[in-house]
């Protein structure tokens, strides 16, 4: 779930919990993220500060929409085609990937 998924149902726990009369100060003192692991889940993309302009983000998705035309291409063997995907996975996570560590030409 995304945070904002996650601070509404918090929200609405400590709403809920206000009009039973049960513990609410027990999720009102939780974060976003605390709360979605007492839920089990796990946050999708948690804030880490680290926010895209919105230019950013247009140039990482024409990269990853490049990448997956490059992808499509039938003279790819499944193994160029599965390393491409990594690389385009690390791209998409914001991991740096190596341009000069290309020596797939087996």
Known sequence: MSEAEAENK???AVAF???VGGDADKFESMSASEYAATKGAELLN???GNSMTKTELDELVETL???IDECL???LSREEVV???Q???DVASGEETDESDSDDDE
């Open 83 to 85: 390393a491409k995907l």
């Open 46 to 48: 948690p804030s880490r």
């Open 17 to 19: 919990m206000e009009r």
């Open 87 to 89: 690389e385009l996975s």
């Open 10 to 12: 918090r929200l609405k």
């Open 65 to 67: 929409a490049d990448g």
């Open 73 to 75: 291409d039938p003279s």
